[in-house]
């Protein structure tokens, strides 16, 4: 059980602290620092993708599915891109649910 000389005090002063004391509390920043890393990683994961205009998209389903390209305009009122494919002259209009983050290399590089 916790009692009152297991908690690591994270805000006084570092000289009034012994050595001891000044690991526990390095090691508690560094806990805390982890886990806020690993809850801004998962919530960049599980958010999609930015739909502005440079963005590199892949096409999750419909008639240009498994293809990806660059968003060139987005439509929110719509909720469709603007998106060119690089193998075809002609951009085409794809609704935000059917794209994601593409995160391959760009070609040509």
Known sequence: MNTPDDKVELASDLKDMSAEQQDQRR???R????????RQQQIKRSRPPTMAV???????????????????DADFIHGRALVDFPE???????EFPRLTGDNSEPQGS
Do not use: F
């Open 54 to 72: 440079g963005v590199r998209v892949l096409v999750k389903s419909g008639p240009h599915k498994g293809r990806p390209g660059t968003i060139l």
């Open 31 to 38: 806990s805390m620092l982890t886990a806020s890393e690993a």
């Open 88 to 94: 075809e002259q002609d951009s085409h209009w794809v």
């Open 27 to 29: 090691r508690a920043l």
